[in-house]
């Protein structure tokens, strides 16, 4: 397939078309507009439906709604949004409902600004909602690994039955890139049998939701979900070592910020210094057993558009053997190469 230039957010959009998506429930906020613009726009043409709702609570039980029905179906908004959608995240993932849910993360706390950020880790790896849940969270670097992503988060939450997040910060929903619409390696997915289709008579009620009032009942479901989370946590990692067979500093992004940190690692080492890269591209599950792939490291420098979120899951990969430092940059202020590279010289000189 030839490739075509799309804006980000819209890529997506129709990523999920392309992967079955048929029901789109959203309620507008910038910076991630264009994607329920553009599902309102395509989403009739494949007799599918588009829903603006009147809240984000209301879009999130919505696609809670879809699933139930063993439709494929998305939401997406940015940070404040997400936010008003935990609630319903945590019901779905009790409920073992696939979902898929897509972030463009901008900066905060509260209402914060519009500016691209990845302020929302915490809330994104660690679940924002009550309960014991985990969420299997992907982060593109591209809009083509947007779309790939988007399309793999499908067949992922169809196979695990699990809502499965795509977050981003708002730079990759507004940036247009060159891409192709590849379908995802297939899975041998589990036939949705617990779906409310209607009986027609022929079988007993499916009932679908996350109430246990029997407490050993609960924990029994509480310790089948946490199975299904360790062979996620087994399975489904995802990261890129980027020059660091002999790399002394190992820098560790995400995202659009890896990008950046990319073009920072070939300038150091231009200037002799042996720099490399650890992107993470689920953030959960984190990629710990990367840090045992770096041989020559002495030092980690975690480099994020935040405060510093992701160093917690380096410094717990790390496990206390190499100085971990930081640098960030918040608020929807992108870091520079030359700001990255003027802290890794000052970890340098630090390390000597």
Request: glycine share 10%; hydrophobic share 40%.
């Amino acid at each position: 397939m030839a490739k075509v230039l799309m804006k980000g957010n819209e890529a997506v959009g129709k990523a999920a078309i392309e992967a079955g998506c048929k029901y789109f429930f959203g309620y507008p906020i910038t910076p991630q507009n264009e994607i329920p613009e553009y599902m309102a726009r395509e989403l009739p043409k494949v007799d599918g439906v588009f829903v603006q709702a009147e809240s984000e609570v209301s879009a999130i039980n919505m696609i809670y709604g879809g699933a139930g029905c063993g439709a494929r179906v998305m939401t997406s908004s940015s940070s404040p949004g997400i936010a008003l959608k935990q609630e319903g995240i945590t019901y779905i993932a009790g409920a073992e409902l696939p979902t898929v849910i897509v972030n463009m993360m901008r900066g905060g706390p509260g209402l914060g600004g519009i500016q691209p950020s990845q302020a929302d880790y915490f809330m994104s790896t660690r679940g924002g909602g009550n309960g014991d849940y985990r969420t299997p969270v992907y982060a593109p670097a591209t809009v083509q690994e947007a779309v790939d992503m988007v399309m793999e988060a499908f067949e992922v939450a169809d196979y695990y039955r699990t809502p499965v997040m795509v977050v981003a910060d708002g730079m990759i929903g507004q940036m247009m890139e060159p891409v192709e619409f590849k379908a995802p390696k297939k899975r041998d997915l589990p036939k949705k049998d617990w779906a409310t289709t209607g009986t027609n008579g022929e079988r007993k009620p499916n009932i679908i939701n996350s109430l246990f009032l029997d407490p050993q009942a609960l924990e029994d479901h509480c310790f089948k979900l946490d199975r299904k989370y360790k062979e996620i946590e087994e399975n489904e990692v995802k990261y890129e070592m980027y020059k660091t067979e002999d790399a002394e500093l190992v820098f560790v992004a995400y995202g659009t910020t890896s990008r950046i940190v990319k073009n920072t690692v070939e300038a150091l080492r231009e200037q002799g210094v042996k720099a490399g890269l650890i992107r993470p591209i689920t953030l959960w599950p984190f990629p710990f057993k990367a840090f045992n792939e770096i041989p020559a490291a002495k030092n980690l420098l975690v480099v994020e558009m935040s405060t510093g979120q992701m160093i917690d899951d380096v410094k717990i990969a790390n496990e206390g053997r190499l100085p971990v430092d930081f640098f960030g940059r918040t608020g929807g202020m992108i870091p520079t190469p030359g700001e990255i590279m003027d802290k890794a010289m000052e970890v340098i000189g630090g390390a000597k």
